[in-house]
């Protein structure tokens, strides 16, 4: 699936327009000060949100970029924030995430407190794949386990998906980096 570039709020709007599940996922990249610390860009305290995608359905997406260092990011991003903190928050659409606490975690950081209805996969997995005896640990539930396993297909390793660069550094207008 390619995703789609979006660059303003209309854009984001009208895809969202009033769907009542939304996934979504975020990409970042490590603040200048961190940028050559080994995993960085995971900790909301060393990093910060370069895009976001969105897919209100099967086969669609759209991404939002937004600190991109490589071509165009999304125009409005104070109105852009202003909006996505209402949505986050709206309990009349369900949002779902693979592993919910961290794309909470850089919500938080912004001031923004995602609220139910929402559903994480990651959670899901840890719950529903196990045996008599244990739940499978975070680790066993990522994407790169769970699709193999599903959809017998192999997901590109992350150093192949960004060739040693970091979200912000690859340009989100380029077909590779879309899909």
Same mark, same amino acid.
């Given at each position: 699936?390619?995703?789609?570039?979006?660059? &303003?709020? !209309?854009?984001?709007?009208?895809?969202?327009?009033?769907? #009542?599940?939304?996934?979504?996922?975020?990409?970042?990249? #490590? /603040?200048?000060?961190?940028?050559?610390?080994?995993?960085?860009?995971?900790?909301?305290?060393?990093?910060?949100?370069?895009?976001?995608?969105?897919?209100?359905?099967?086969?669609?997406?759209?991404?939002?970029?937004? &600190?991109?260092?490589?071509?165009?990011?999304?125009?409005? $991003? =104070? @109105?852009?924030?202003?909006?996505?903190?209402?949505?986050?928050?709206?309990?009349?659409?369900?949002?779902?995430?693979? /592993? *919910?606490?961290?794309?909470? !975690?850089? $919500?938080?950081?912004?001031?923004?407190?995602?609220?139910?209805?929402?559903?994480?996969?990651?959670?899901?997995?840890?719950?529903?794949?196990? /045996?008599?005896? @244990?739940?499978? =640990? $975070?680790?066993?539930?990522? $994407?790169? &386990? *769970?699709? #193999?396993?599903?959809?017998?297909? !192999?997901?590109?390793?992350?150093?192949?998906?960004?060739?040693?660069?970091?979200?912000?550094?690859?340009?989100?207008?380029?077909?590779?980096?879309?899909?």
């Amino acid at each position: 699936m390619l995703f789609k570039p979006i660059y &303003t709020l !209309q854009q984001l709007q009208t895809y969202l327009s009033d769907a #009542p599940i939304v996934a979504f996922d975020f990409e970042t990249a #490590p /603040n200048e000060k961190y940028r050559n610390e080994d995993k960085a860009a995971l900790d909301a305290h060393k990093s910060h949100i370069a895009g976001i995608s969105f897919s209100v359905a099967e086969g669609s997406g759209v991404y939002l970029p937004i &600190t991109h260092l490589v071509g165009q990011n999304a125009e409005g $991003l =104070t @109105e852009i924030w202003v909006w996505l903190a209402g949505f986050f928050t709206n309990a009349s659409v369900t949002k779902i995430a693979h /592993n *919910l606490a961290f794309e909470s !975690q850089f $919500l938080y950081a912004r001031g923004i407190v995602v609220q139910e209805p929402c559903y994480d996969t990651i959670a899901a997995a840890q719950l529903v794949y196990k /045996n008599d005896k @244990e739940f499978r =640990t $975070l680790g066993d539930c990522g $994407l790169k &386990t *769970l699709v #193999p396993e599903y959809f017998d297909e !192999q997901l590109p390793s992350y150093s192949d998906t960004v060739g040693g660069l970091h979200f912000d550094e690859l340009d989100p207008q380029s077909e590779k980096n879309l899909s």
